[in-house]
């Protein structure tokens, strides 16, 4: 894809499902990263969207016609389209208000001081039409907006970023868990405004928040399947253990620094290289060491250096 700003319509048909007034239009490759899914809810007298992938911009008039924008979390992927509807009120979990507000506020959520912050913000401009909304409202947990004969519910599910939620439409049951996407990468929150403590609780949380259908960002699409939606989710929160189990592995092949750990990869294939990679795994490895710490799962001696207990 290769998207461009203004009146451009879709030069690819835009895959959709429909759930009564919901519908979700599939970007590039199931709405893989970089592209997103679109939510889009017709109601009977506001029609909403939950936050703006890439795909956005393809869609035309019917999303252009977006009144409220309820954002699910504040990331770069999901705020593409926010330029097409500057008259839109947005609204963001207040933990996440600061990141949509400005370029200072993006920047410090994503947290890498040593990143080159002008051409970082000059790559997502031209791949993502960043731009900030100082105009956003923030929202707490069991927000609701009423959109005529549907309603907004938003969950509080912070880990990704500080301020995730899960968004609920009613009465159709439908849960769009954002970046929760169940994904084979498993979860990330490699940000610095990312838990990894608040993940593993608003994963546990997740099967309980009403929902009959599930809508993810990115990938996986839509599960209408309660059983398969749930074994996704076991197989996405295990990628955590699995990661503490190949540190624990790196570990006890020989005592090692965080920047060492680092070196290894537990998010990235050895090798790989991204201007997030060191930033993303520094910040995982640390918190799953900190957490391990407290576990006695590991030791850290006065020169930094951890080991398996
Ligand atoms: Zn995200």
Redesign the pocket.
């Known amino acids: 894809m290769n998207p461009v700003s203004g009146n451009t319509t879709a030069h690819v048909p835009i895959a959709r499902v429909d759930f009564g007034r919901v519908s979700v239009l599939f970007g590039e490759k199931n709405g893989k990263y970089p592209d997103g899914n679109q939510v889009l809810i017709r109601g009977s007298d506001i029609r909403a969207a939950f936050d703006t992938p890439l795909v956005s911009n393809y869609i035309g008039p019917e999303f252009d016609a977006t009144e409220l924008v309820v954002m699910g979390?504040v990331?770069e992927?999901?705020m593409t389209g926010l330029h097409r509807i500057p008259r839109a009120e947005v609204y963001v979990h207040e933990a996440d208000l600061a990141t949509i507000r400005s370029w200072d506020g993006m920047f410090a959520a994503y947290g890498n001081a040593t990143r080159d912050a002008s051409a970082m913000r000059a790559m997502l401009e031209r791949d993502f039409f960043y731009a900030p909304r100082p105009d956003a409202r923030g929202y707490a947990d069991g927000a609701t907006w009423d959109l005529g004969e549907s309603r907004i519910r938003a969950f509080h599910t912070p880990g990704?970023?500080a301020g995730h939620c899960v968004l609920v439409v009613e009465p159709e049951g439908v849960a769009f868990i954002?970046?929760i996407d169940l994904s084979g990468f498993g979860p990330?929150y490699g940000d610095a405004c990312s838990s990894l403590h608040d993940f593993r609780r608003s994963l546990a949380r997740l099967p309980e928040i009403p929902a009959k259908i599930w809508v993810t960002?990115h990938h996986r699409g839509v599960y209408t399947d309660r059983e398969h939606f749930l074994r996704d989710l076991a197989a996405f929160t295990a990628k955590m253990d699995a990661r503490e189990q190949r540190l624990l592995a790196y570990l006890k092949a020989s005592p090692k620094t965080l920047e060492q750990l680092v070196e290894l990869r537990v998010l990235y294939p050895q090798g790989y290289e991204s201007p997030w990679a060191v930033s993303a795994e520094t910040r995982t490895i640390a918190q799953h060491l900190a957490e391990m710490v407290v576990d006695g799962k590991v030791k850290r001696d006065e020169r930094g250096v951890y080991s398996a207990a």
């Open positions: 979390h990331h992927d999901h990704h970023t954002g970046d990330y960002s």
